[in-house]
Nanobody, 125 residues
Framework: QVQLVESGGGLVQAGGSLRLSCAASGGTFSSYGMGWFQQAPGKEREFVAVISKSGGITYYRDSVKGRFTISRDNALNTVILQMNSLKPEDTAVYYC??????????????????WGQGTQVTVSS
């Protein structure tokens, strides 16, 4: 069983930055592609970014390209989402997810096997 714990969310003004972290335990971290998803109140969970098992390939939702960067450190069992130039529409709970077959359909949250509890990101103005 894999456990995922997100941290780093908070309240920030539009144009600011946040760095989200996801710490993994209980499994072989390098065996999983890692994704970030967001969910706003009353909305379905939506894809944000994904990174391959070795960290060599990344994909992003169009609306965050050039602003967000996903990375991973397999030695520390962590995945990072660096969020710059934040906009009010980025406001959501952000979830970290692990998937063994991530790139079959990396935008579909149902393809991932393990999830963290989420961390709230709120962007004002």
């Amino acid at each position: 069983q894999v456990q995922l714990v997100e941290s780093g969310g908070g309240l920030v003004q539009a144009g600011g930055s946040l760095r989200l972290s996801c710490a993994a335990s209980g499994g072989t971290f390098s065996s999983y592609g890692m994704g970030w998803f967001q969910q706003a109140p009353g909305k379905e969970r939506e894809f944000v970014a994904v990174i391959s098992k070795s960290g060599g390939i990344t994909y992003y939702r169009d609306s965050v390209k050039g602003r967000f960067t996903i990375s991973r450190d397999n030695a520390l069992n962590t995945v990072i989402l660096q969020m710059n130039s934040l906009k009010p529409e980025d406001t959501a709970v952000y979830y970290c997810a692990a998937g063994s077959s991530t790139f079959i359909d990396h935008t579909n949250w149902r393809r991932y096997d393990y999830w963290g509890q989420g961390t709230q990101v709120t962007v004002s103005s």
